[in-house]
Structures are given as structure tokens and as C-alpha cells.
């Protein structure tokens, strides 16, 4: 996944966006390859979550889901 992104990114893309519900130490060892691959990401998680929660939301997680849920934007540095 990280090597595509990097290839898209290279191509002149401007960000990538990445979205995830963490499920055991995953997330953990994408974000080590990420930042060892030379790329860097701001989180966006908090903004993912908020719109999960707001009225009218078109998509639906359980609460307990929507607290698992992460969001990076990834860019070339």
C-alpha cells in the first residue's frame, strides 16, 4: 500500500487520503512504515470521527466503531 501511495504521489498527486478502523497493532505497524518510507502525514482522524457523529451523516458506524476509526492525509515531505 505504502509503495503505491509513493508511486502517486511521485506522479505529481497532492495528497492521499487513508482510512481505517484500527484493529490490533496494524494501524501501529502501518504508521512505522510510513514514516520510515520517507513520507509525511497529518492525522484528520478527530474531523473523520466528528462527521461519523454529525446529523445526517449518509454513512453509519456503531459508536463504538466510529472511536476506532483513523484518518490519515499523506504527502511527500
Request: neutral net charge.
Amino acid at each position: 500500500l505504502i509503495a503505491t501511495i509513493r508511486a502517486l504521489l511521485d506522479r505529481g498527486t497532492a495528497r492521499a487520503l487513508v482510512a481505517a478502523e484500527q484493529r490490533g497493532q496494524a494501524w501501529d505497524v502501518f504508521l512505522t512504515a510510513l514514516r520510515q518510507s520517507g513520507l509525511a502525514s497529518t492525522d484528520r482522524s478527530d474531523e473523520a470521527r466528528a462527521t461519523l457523529r454529525a446529523p445526517g451523516c449518509p454513512f453509519w458506524c456503531s459508536a463504538e466503531a466510529i472511536e476506532r476509526i483513523h484518518l490519515l492525509e499523506i504527502r511527500t515531505e
